[in-house]
């Protein structure tokens, strides 16, 4: 079974009670008379004892006829990947009658219930029962960014990636959850990516972050049908942080980048974008990873047998292959006429300076091109939508 990687409530049917009062042990009656005496009060379980193939998603509710609960727990029981099953939180109503789960349960895992309730005339009793949930047929994986305690830049999303299409989006939706210090408005944004067919959610703030806030993300997943019964098996998490405001915009018309940080200008360089045949894309990028050095087939972007080389001091900006490298064979033509495969080249030495500088998340403004605006599944182009249009995407 897939499980859940690091690198996304389901609609709680109402359920009857069922008397699952195994294990239940009372204390011992009072020496009272029989006509004084108090019941000892009963607990209920939603789920009977001993159940399997219990739909993780199932309303888990725990109740007591008479007195209150003082306490419930739902714990998985010892044994299997801890990472991949979790305890499950609950609610006590108003009176302290009933108490309900409020998430969903892991797949393929043996719970424990333990619930106690006081009643009239002090008398307690403790239930304990077990269930076992199902194991899926079908899962889901899901890959979590960025990742925990890196720095990035203003431009960057929460991404949430599957491996297969999600069909329920909002259920997914309604178990993440993004906390910002200072607060940040934003909304989660549905996409594909048209190179790669992968579907994601993002999260992406109204504006660019402000350097130095503190973004913290929880998805609470195991468990959540992402459609047709295919599961998700893991609840994720990630800490990171907003660093320097690096945005480069680059004017192929003049040929040009100028590269600022925190509003300075730090460097203005020459560079040659793609050719008439195979123009650079307009629009606004993200840097999604760099690498000193990297071998470019142009096989693997259907561009047939044109180039097939080593290039140094590459940042990467979409997934369909646009890069920001160093093209010392295009020496004559940076800085003068826009030639390459859809690339942005750049001297060697001007290629490094920016390389050092670049980090994930950072913002690279392209105009002047001939060629159509990058698609925002391509790479995290999420910034090419106003707020308004990215809010429209939320599933919720």
């Not at 009072?30 to 009060?41: D, I, K, L």
């Not at 890959?143 to 491996?163: A, E, N, R, S």
């Not at 350097?211 to 997943?221: I, K």
Request: with cysteine.
């Amino acid at each position: 079974m897939n499980v859940l990687r690091r690198v996304l409530p389901s609609v709680l049917a109402a359920v009857l009670l069922t008397g699952c009062s195994a294990a239940a042990d009372a204390e011992p009656e009072s020496v009272a008379p029989a006509a004084t005496r108090a019941a000892a009060p009963l607990i209920t379980v939603s789920v009977p004892d001993g159940s399997t193939a219990v739909e993780p998603d199932s309303a888990l509710r725990v109740a007591t006829t008479s007195g209150t609960l003082t306490s419930v727990r739902v714990d998985p029981a010892d044994g299997g990947d801890e990472r991949a099953h979790v305890a499950v939180r609950g609610s006590m109503d108003h009176d302290r009658r009933a108490w309900t789960a409020e998430r969903t349960l892991s797949p393929a895992t043996k719970y424990e219930v333990e619930a106690v309730a006081a009643g009239p005339g002090g008398r307690r009793t403790t239930t304990r029962t077990s269930f076992t949930t199902l194991s899926p047929g079908l899962t889901n994986r899901a890959l979590l960014g960025p990742g925990d305690d890196q720095v990035v830049g203003i431009g960057m999303p929460v991404t949430l990636q599957f491996d297969h299409p999600v069909t329920d989006r909002a259920a997914v939706e309604r178990k993440l959850k993004v906390t910002t210090r200072p607060e940040t408005a934003g909304s989660w944004g549905w996409v594909r990516d048209p190179h790669t067919g992968k579907e994601r959610v993002d999260w992406r703030p109204d504006a660019y972050w402000r350097p130095g806030t503190e973004v913290t993300v929880r998805a609470e997943l195991s468990g959540v049908d992402t459609g047709g019964g295919r599961y998700l098996s893991r609840d994720i998490s990630t800490r990171f942080t907003i660093g320097t405001a690096r945005v480069s915009r680059v004017d192929l018309a003049a040929h040009r980048m100028t590269v600022s940080e925190n509003g300075r200008v730090q460097r203005v360089i020459p560079v040659s974008g793609g050719g008439p045949a195979t123009p650079t894309y307009n629009g606004t990028t993200v840097v999604m990873d760099k690498v000193a050095e990297i071998r470019m087939n142009s096989e693997t972007v259907g561009l047939g047998s044109a180039y097939d080389m080593d290039v140094e001091w590459a940042v990467h900006l979409t997934t369909s292959g646009t890069y920001l490298h160093a093209a010392p064979w295009n020496a004559s033509l940076i800085g003068n006429s826009n030639a390459s495969h859809g690339c942005i080249g750049m001297n060697t030495d001007d290629a490094r300076w920016f390389y050092d500088r670049a980090r994930p998340g950072d913002v690279v403004v392209t105009t002047g091109s001939e060629g159509a605006t990058v698609d925002v599944g391509n790479g995290l182009g999420d910034w090419n939508l106003t707020h308004e249009q990215w809010r429209k995407r939320s599933a919720l």
